[in-house]
Nanobody, 124 residues
């Protein structure tokens, strides 16, 4: 079992930065694919960034060059460094864990463990 708890969200002005954290409990942390998803009001939950168990990363086109996903295995913590934030980045951000395949890592149904979410609000 993997338990995920996000933090670090909040209000920020456009152009600003935030770092989200996701602390994981469970003995599979080092061998599981981790990801950040987001969901804005009235929209589908979408993948933002994926850190595969082999260390490779995948980003949504909308955040490439602005967001960075990383993890600290010693702290069982996943991070999402967000820079140059835009109002359209406003959403509830969720940490997720699972075992997706190489072609399905951006699909939400491939992830079986989810955190409760942390809200990011970017004002113009």
């Amino acid at each position: 079992q993997v338990h995920l708890v996000e933090s670090g969200g909040g209000p920020v002005q456009a152009g600003g930065s935030l770092r989200l954290s996701c602390v994981s409990s469970g003995d599979k942390y080092s061998s599981i694919t981790m990801a950040w998803f987001r969901q804005a009001i009235g929209r589908e939950r979408e993948a933002v960034a994926v850190l595969d168990r082999d260390g490779s990363t995948t980003y949504a086109d909308s955040v490439k060059g602005r967001f960075t996903i990383s993890k600290d295995n010693a702290k069982n913590t996943l991070y999402l460094e967000m820079t140059s934030l835009k109002p359209e980045d406003s959403a509830m951000y969720y940490c997720a864990a699972g075992w997706p395949g190489p072609m399905t890592r951006l699909l939400r149904y491939e992830y079986i463990h989810w955190g409760q979410g942390t809200q990011v609000t970017v004002s113009s």
